[in-house]
């Protein structure tokens, strides 16, 4: 079965950058469109990212576009998603989850998930 593992988070300051990785075992995550999604205390969780099984196509929120880049390692096993310029509005657990389609931006669909990885952004 596929597993997903998240690791990357930690405390910024507004402005700040991270990288979040999103690394696989059991099956090559390239059979997989790979959405990451956050969700904040007291809020429904929100799709924040995905990228296509061939890693040609790639959206985004648009709270998070022209800040934040996802990407796929296929020789890793491993899609990452950078965040830059970072806001104390993107606190949050983040999560990456896969799904055999095509990239959706509803966490219902997607049938694999980590167990998250905190981003706080704070002074």
């Known amino acids: 079965q596929l597993q997903l593992v998240e690791s990357g988070g930690g405390l910024v300051q507004p402005g700040g950058s991270l990288r979040l990785s999103c690394a696989a075992s059991?099956?090559?995550?390239?059979?997989?469109?790979i959405g990451w999604f956050r969700q904040a205390p007291g809020k429904e969780r929100e799709g924040v990212s995905c990228?296509?099984?061939?890693?040609?196509?790639?959206n985004y929120v648009d709270s998070v576009k022209g800040r934040f880049t996802i990407s796929r390692d296929f020789a890793k096993n491993t899609v990452y998603l950078q965040l830059s310029s970072l806001k104390p509005e993107d606190t949050a657990v983040y999560y990456c989850a896969a799904r055999v389609m095509l990239c959706g931006n509803r966490p219902a669909v997607f049938a694999y998930w980590g167990q998250g990885t905190q981003v706080t952004v704070s002074s």
């Open positions: 990228i296509s099984k061939s890693g040609v196509i790639t």
């Open positions: 059991g099956f090559p995550l390239a059979a997989y469109a």
